[in-house]
């Protein structure tokens, strides 16, 4: 992707693009084997030791497990420059991780949506920050 | 344990956002409900509180505030918050302590004014707080999830626009006729299918707004209250559940959820409606009549199911069928349910118990069911809160 230095996510720790893939950052607990989005939303099994949490990154694709349209803009604190509306927002499934994952669904027909049908993890602008950044958010587009 | 009866019961009418103080409203619900038990403010032993959370301090101390209202008597006063389930709590603790032999006389209530628009988050903190997240990154209003699930259902099942648009017309019928309710418009299968989507598949009219509104609720084991109150009503069982781990359902808040189910949707209602089955001897096929959470249509349908009412993926059939209407066998929410109230976070679960409550004492005018003796209240709330209150005459 283009200028991907001057992109800042709005809220760290969330969406990884250093090595040019875009990929959400997971953590992995070794000893239940449960996924947790964000890393701090812990959902251990009951009775799992919690011993060896550590970070991982999502793959770049999974499938669309549900979506809605949403026709009014998001209150704030949400932001875009841009009017977004009527926008997708796709619930995508990452098999291996047995986790399904929330996300705006951007550059996508909403027309075409089809539960089942393959995403990739992207990047979505927001907007422009007074240092001239690009504040993105994690997103997903039909592969 | 002792036996706990409901002898007072009072209500402010649900309404828009007001610039009242919301203890006013609490004390017109509690004023309401002194008089329905007909008994003196000194009576109550204790105060169970249901927090306002957008009240500051004020609304986080609501017990104390209201307790200063009708005059301090140094009795207990304990304020909680299980979302929209707190009414659920409020009257859960009020039963214990009187089921324990601790008091013998307790007042149970909430009151809520809403803010404008939308419910969003408390704090900046995104590390601590996942509200901050889904309002800032991910575009996530709470009707979102709702139509997540909904469509997942609709793929999964036969649920169709026109089953979700019939529960808006039962429950528009229904709130016409209840003078606590915020709308009291009827619709037509017409005018919700010719609504426009907030989040498709979700229409405008089949999610309920945000409503101020107040409600109280006396219990007792006095014997000589409960030998003087018009109709009391017993409360066989009034349970909290949490959700389970393996929840495939995708919870109000969260950016995340199972993608293999280990545990039943909606666990946290599952859980805590079997509790309350087993805790009262009573199960759902004694249920004269259901008041459950119908956030939107998706909610009237799934919690059927959750509640373990019908099979899964049943639910439509029932509503079909008219099983749930005012003279089916399960009349569900006749009060009209949230569609026609709307929320109020802290006061709405004790409102169903109420409902609940004057339908067992015959109050209920031309949505009376008849010969009702066992009903159930059942609530939802964000990130795993759920209450099951069962109530026999």
């Known amino acids: 992707m283009e200028n991907m230095a001057n992109k800042v996510a709005r809220i760290p720790n969330l969406v990884d693009w250093s090595t040019g893939e875009v990929r959400l950052m997971s953590a992995k607990c070794n000893s239940c084997g449960t996924y947790f989005f964000p890393k701090e939303h812990y959902q251990h099994r009951p009775g799992c030791s919690r011993e060896g949490v550590e970070d991982v990154l999502l793959p770049t694709r999974g499938k669309l497990a549900s979506y809605t349209i949403q026709y009014y803009p998001c209150p704030a604190p949400f932001k875009t420059e841009k009017k977004i509306t009527p926008y997708g927002i796709g619930l995508v499934e990452f098999a291996d991780e047995k986790i399904q994952i929330t996300g705006i669904i951007t550059e996508t027909d909403l027309k075409t949506l089809k539960i089942g049908m393959e995403m990739e993890t992207t990047l979505l602008e927001m907007y422009t920050n007074e240092e001239k950044q690009q504040v993105v958010t994690w997103a997903f587009k039909a592969v | ?393």
């Open chain 2, 1 to 393: 344990m002792r036996d706990v009866y409901i002898i007072g019961t009072g209500i402010h009418p649900w309404m828009g956002f007001s610039e009242q103080v919301f203890a006013d409203f609490a004390a017109v619900a509690v004023d309401g409900a002194l008089k329905d038990a007909d008994i003196e403010w000194q009576k109550i032993q204790a105060i169970m509180a249901g927090i306002f959370i957008y009240g500051g301090n004020a609304g986080h101390l609501s017990g104390q505030y209201l307790e200063s209202i009708f005059g301090e008597t140094g009795i207990p006063v304990v304020n909680v918050y299980n979302a929209c389930a707190t009414g659920s709590a409020s009257i859960r603790m009020a039963y214990n302590s009187i089921a324990a032999g601790e008091t013998d006389t307790a007042l149970a209530f909430g009151a809520d004014v809403s803010p404008k628009g939308f419910l969003t988050a408390k704090s900046d903190n995104a590390v601590q707080d996942r509200d901050v997240i889904r309002w800032k990154m991910g575009g996530l209003p709470n009707p979102i999830y709702w139509a997540l699930e909904c469509r997942k259902r609709m793929e999964k099942y036969d649920t169709t626009e026109e089953d979700l648009a019939l529960v808006k017309v039962l429950m528009s019928e229904y709130g016409s006729k209840n003078a606590h309710a915020r709308f009291k418009k009827t619709y037509s299968l017409e005018e919700v299918l010719n609504s426009v989507y907030v989040c498709d598949p979700l229409r405008l009219y089949e999610i309920c707004p945000v409503s101020t509104g107040a409600a109280a609720v006396i219990v007792t084991a006095d014997k000589e209250l409960i030998a003087k109150a018009d109709n009391p009503v017993k409360i066989n069982a009034t349970t909290m559940g949490s959700a389970m781990y393996g929840d495939p359902t995708i919870r109000i808040s969260a950016l995340s959820c199972p993608s293999v189910a280990e545990a039943p949707m909606l666990s946290e209602s599952y859980s805590a409606s079997r509790q309350a089955y087993e805790k009262a001897g009573i199960g759902p096929e004694d249920i004269d009549l259901l008041e459950l959470p119908d956030n939107s249509s998706w909610h009237y349908l799934v919690y059927l199911e959750t509640c373990g009412f019908c099979g899964e993926g049943e639910a439509d059939k029932m509503l079909r069928d008219g099983l749930t209407k005012i003279g089916g066998k399960l009349p569900v929410n006749p009060s009209g349910g949230f569609s026609s109230h709307g929320e109020a976070l802290s006061a709405q679960a004790l409102w169903q118990v109420i409902e609940c409550s004057n339908q067992l004492r015959g109050r209920c005018g031309e949505r009376q069911v008849e010969g009702a003796k066992v009903a159930m209240a059942q609530t939802y709330g964000l990130m795993g809160n759920s209450g099951t209150t069962i109530l026999s005459v």
